[in-house]
């Protein structure tokens, strides 16, 4: 994702929107906080060290890891499965 930001941002905007709004339901519904976690990575204006958001989310820099790994994975599958997206 933070390559994407750097190289399309369009395409990195049109991601993130869609994955914080998935992550803000998800949240509700499983009573987590991804999309804070979501938001920290990849949409904060004041850049966080991974150990800051790790603290600041409670949640072990172990986990925090596994976490940006999912969020990396899921926005490849939207990127490489459905392009209407960026229509």
Do not use: G
Not at 14 to 21: E, G, N, S
Not at 50 to 60: C, E
Request: hydrophobic share 40%; proline share 1%; net charge positive.
């Amino acid at each position: 994702m933070l390559e994407l930001k750097e190289n399309d941002f369009v395409k990195f905007q049109k991601i993130a929107d869609i994955l914080i709004t998935y992550y803000k339901i998800y949240d509700l519904e499983y009573n987590t906080n991804h999309h804070k976690i979501f938001w920290d990575i990849y949409l904060s204006n004041k850049p966080l060290s991974y150990i800051d958001i790790s603290n600041r989310n409670f949640i072990a820099i172990e986990t925090f890891y596994k976490y940006k790994r999912k969020y990396n994975t899921l926005a490849e599958k939207l990127l490489l499965n459905d392009n209407s997206i960026f229509v």
